[in-house]
């Protein structure tokens, strides 16, 4: 056995170990299944390419190397359709159809001259492939296909975050090394004098993507849904225990006042009739903050994603109930300073939950007490609602009508406690998914907000001082004003 087919044999070993692997962890998931697809082209591709390596006659070597490459045709379509999963790239339904039938066109011409016309000897092979006139093609395809689902994977990669970020950057640079290496393949194929020494990087690439699918768990999404699903029971414990004080309350002077009145033997009419009025305010007070919470909980488990004209006032007021309890039991003071007629560009079910996060993760820096202010005001025009985030101005055009100018102007919302503050070599990693100082947290608090404010198509950004407080100021779209 030459060091071509050993070097073939480790690589489709490990890459269809790897594939396997990945069919049954998880069988639903389409990204694993995408992932084992394209390691499986790979690895059928090695053991046929070992086997070719190892035969000693022209029709032997001919037919295997026929073989090997009927696999090798779909490594790059199988690689596409992993990056555009990797990347959630939405495509038309007829694009995979399409892609499929060029690659059944390549199989159905791999046991013809026009594919593969012959083997002849090459310097230090005794039968190595002459290329047809439709593998000139495929050669072409083959490359751009891979320069193509790479594009897909940099822009992902640019416009990614800490988590999904690092995910992308692994993929890229672990296969890089296989792909270099198997490409040295094609070198004899057109005369260039390359052997393919580098052809066991295929198998070193895909065991390096093996360690972080194992270690780092580059795959694992639902790791993530399920520690988001943590905090949020972790929020709608801190509710439970709002509806708990909250409708105790009334309940308790119901109680006392019905007391009151079977004790009293000589009330007259006039105190029946008080006491009674009393008692229905308390009882109507108790049902409210009821259908309150159940409202809220319906719109926290509404699946839809609707960006429309808010009343930043309305919202932030209708936030207060559910966290007043927690407010009281800290002696903190909430502090709403929103103009009048403040609107933002946002989905309400997005803004509640940002700012009831907010709001009670600052109580949970002061547990000795403390003060919490939130101011709002209209941005300068010039700040665009660009992918940058507000980060550039822009000059306002005088040809933009009023709806589009309201949609540029951002409104600016500062959230700011005067607790101990966060240390200057944590707050740059504040917004990073599992990262948390607290014994009892998930990380995941302050990373679901920024995500709920970036899907808004805002901005959130954190100052601190340490002994003096923190601040976090967010920046929405305004909401589009009325035409006269």
């Given at each position: 056995m030459n060091y071509y087919a050993f070097t073939s044999l480790f690589n489709g070993a490990v890459v269809l170990a790897i594939s396997f692997y990945l069919f049954f962890r998880q069988r639903q998931n389409d990204l694993y299944q995408s992932c084992a697809i394209f390691a499986m082209c790979i690895g059928l591709w090695c053991i046929f390419y070992a086997v070719w390596q190892m035969q000693h006659s022209y029709h032997e070597a001919l037919t295997y190397i026929r073989l090997a490459m009927i696999p090798c045709y779909a490594i790059p379509f199988a690689f596409l359709w992993f990056a555009l999963k990797l990347t959630n790239t939405s495509y038309?339904?007829?694009?995979?159809?399409?892609?499929?039938?060029?690659?059944?066109?390549?199989?159905?011409?791999?046991?013809?001259?026009?594919?593969?016309?012959?083997?002849?000897?090459?310097?230090?092979?005794?039968?190595?492939?002459?290329?047809?006139?439709?593998?000139?093609?495929?050669?072409?395809?083959?490359?751009?296909?891979?320069?193509?689902?790479?594009?897909?994977?940099?822009?992902?990669?640019?416009?990614?975050?800490?988590?999904?970020?690092?995910?992308?950057?692994?993929?890229?640079?672990?296969?890089?090394?296989?792909?270099?290496?198997?490409?040295?393949?094609?070198?004899?194929?057109?005369?260039?004098?390359?052997?393919?020494?580098?052809?066991?990087?295929?198998?070193?690439?895909?065991?390096?993507?093996?360690?972080?699918?194992?270690?780092?768990?580059?795959f694992d999404v639902d790791v993530l849904a399920d520690l988001v699903q943590e905090a949020k029971l972790s929020a709608l414990g801190i509710m439970a225990t709002s509806i708990n004080h909250e409708v105790r309350n009334p309940l308790f002077v119901i109680k006392g006042l019905a007391e009151t009145l079977l004790e009293r033997d000589d009330a007259d009419r006039a105190k029946v009739k008080d006491i009674a009025q009393r008692t229905l305010a308390q009882a109507d007070r108790a049902l409210e903050i009821i259908k309150n919470f159940s409202e809220y909980?319906?719109?926290?488990?509404?699946?839809?994603?609707?960006?429309?004209?808010?009343?930043?006032?309305?919202?932030?007021?209708?936030?207060?109930?559910?966290?007043?309890?927690?407010?009281?039991?800290?002696?903190?003071?909430?502090i709403l300073t929103i103009p009048t007629g403040t609107t933002i560009q946002a989905d309400r079910h997005s803004v509640e939950e940002i700012f009831l996060n907010l709001i009670v993760n600052a109580c949970q820096a002061m547990p000795g007490g403390g003060e919490i202010k939130i101011t709002a005001k209209t941005g300068d025009p010039g700040l665009g609602t660009s992918p940058s985030f507000f980060s550039k101005p822009r000059a306002t055009s005088p040809c933009l009508s009023g709806r589009q100018a309201d949609e540029r102007v951002p409104v600016i919302v500062t959230i700011q406690d005067n607790g101990p503050g966060i240390p200057a070599e944590q707050l740059t990693h504040i917004f990073e998914p599992f990262y948390t100082t607290k014994s009892s947290g998930t990380g995941l608090g302050l990373y679901v907000v920024r995500q709920l404010i970036e899907k808004n198509r805002g901005r959130i950004e954190a100052q601190s001082t340490q002994g003096v407080g923190a601040t976090f100021t967010i920046y929405f779209s305004r909401g589009a004003t009325k035409q006269l």
């Amino acid at each position: 056995m030459n060091y071509y087919a050993f070097t073939s044999l480790f690589n489709g070993a490990v890459v269809l170990a790897i594939s396997f692997y990945l069919f049954f962890r998880q069988r639903q998931n389409d990204l694993y299944q995408s992932c084992a697809i394209f390691a499986m082209c790979i690895g059928l591709w090695c053991i046929f390419y070992a086997v070719w390596q190892m035969q000693h006659s022209y029709h032997e070597a001919l037919t295997y190397i026929r073989l090997a490459m009927i696999p090798c045709y779909a490594i790059p379509f199988a690689f596409l359709w992993f990056a555009l999963k990797l990347t959630n790239t939405s495509y038309h339904s007829w694009q995979p159809a399409a892609l499929l039938a060029i690659l059944l066109f390549f199989m159905f011409f791999s046991f013809n001259p026009l594919m593969i016309r012959s083997v002849e000897p090459v310097t230090g092979f005794n039968f190595w492939p002459r290329p047809g006139v439709l593998m000139n093609l495929y050669v072409s395809l083959f490359f751009l296909i891979i320069l193509l689902g790479y594009w897909f994977l940099w822009q992902a990669y640019r416009n990614a975050r800490d988590t999904r970020r690092w995910q992308i950057r692994w993929v890229m640079l672990s296969l890089l090394p296989g792909w270099l290496g198997g490409a040295t393949n094609w070198c004899l194929w057109y005369g260039i004098p390359v052997p393919p020494v580098a052809h066991i990087f295929v198998g070193v690439g895909f065991l390096l993507l093996f360690y972080a699918i194992v270690r780092g768990r580059l795959f694992d999404v639902d790791v993530l849904a399920d520690l988001v699903q943590e905090a949020k029971l972790s929020a709608l414990g801190i509710m439970a225990t709002s509806i708990n004080h909250e409708v105790r309350n009334p309940l308790f002077v119901i109680k006392g006042l019905a007391e009151t009145l079977l004790e009293r033997d000589d009330a007259d009419r006039a105190k029946v009739k008080d006491i009674a009025q009393r008692t229905l305010a308390q009882a109507d007070r108790a049902l409210e903050i009821i259908k309150n919470f159940s409202e809220y909980a319906k719109r926290q488990s509404s699946k839809t994603f609707d960006k429309a004209p808010l009343d930043l006032r309305e919202i932030l007021e209708g936030i207060v109930p559910f966290v007043r309890s927690e407010l009281a039991l800290d002696k903190i003071t909430l502090i709403l300073t929103i103009p009048t007629g403040t609107t933002i560009q946002a989905d309400r079910h997005s803004v509640e939950e940002i700012f009831l996060n907010l709001i009670v993760n600052a109580c949970q820096a002061m547990p000795g007490g403390g003060e919490i202010k939130i101011t709002a005001k209209t941005g300068d025009p010039g700040l665009g609602t660009s992918p940058s985030f507000f980060s550039k101005p822009r000059a306002t055009s005088p040809c933009l009508s009023g709806r589009q100018a309201d949609e540029r102007v951002p409104v600016i919302v500062t959230i700011q406690d005067n607790g101990p503050g966060i240390p200057a070599e944590q707050l740059t990693h504040i917004f990073e998914p599992f990262y948390t100082t607290k014994s009892s947290g998930t990380g995941l608090g302050l990373y679901v907000v920024r995500q709920l404010i970036e899907k808004n198509r805002g901005r959130i950004e954190a100052q601190s001082t340490q002994g003096v407080g923190a601040t976090f100021t967010i920046y929405f779209s305004r909401g589009a004003t009325k035409q006269l």
